[in-house]
């Protein structure tokens, strides 16, 4: 069992700046890799970043400059940190488990003009 809890969220204006986090606990031994996702109102859910075991990072296209995933040594916290913010980066924000099925609760992230 792996349990996933995300924080950070929150409203920001276009061009700022947020930190999402994602406490991981559990069997964290079992997991491959940590991924944000994102859902906006009325689309479907979308991958943002992930981070494997190895250290190796993939972002989509619409993110890749502005994003960042990192995470700490032990696998507790896995993070997003998320710069000049559009508003169409305007969703709630999960995290997963790659490869399995474990997601956190999700947090929302609202970017005005």
């Known amino acids: 069992q792996v349990q996933l809890v995300e924080s950070g969220g929150g409203l920001v204006q276009a061009g700022g700046s947020l930190r999402l986090s994602c406490a991981v606990s559990?069997?964290?031994?079992?997991?491959?890799?940590i991924g944000w996702y994102r859902q906006a109102p009325g689309k479907q859910r979308e991958l943002v970043a992930t981070?494997?075991?190895?250290?190796?990072?993939n972002y989509a296209d619409s993110v890749k400059g502005r994003f960042t995933i990192f995470r700490d040594n032990a696998w507790t916290t896995v993070y997003l940190q998320m710069n000049n913010l559009k508003t169409e980066d305007t969703a709630v924000y999960y995290c997963?488990?790659?490869?399995?099925?474990?997601w956190g609760q999700g947090t929302q992230v609202t970017v005005s003009l």
């Open positions: 559990g069997s964290t031994f079992v997991i491959n890799g």
């Open positions: 997963h488990a790659v490869g399995q099925g474990y």
């Open positions: 981070i494997r075991r190895g250290g190796s990072t």
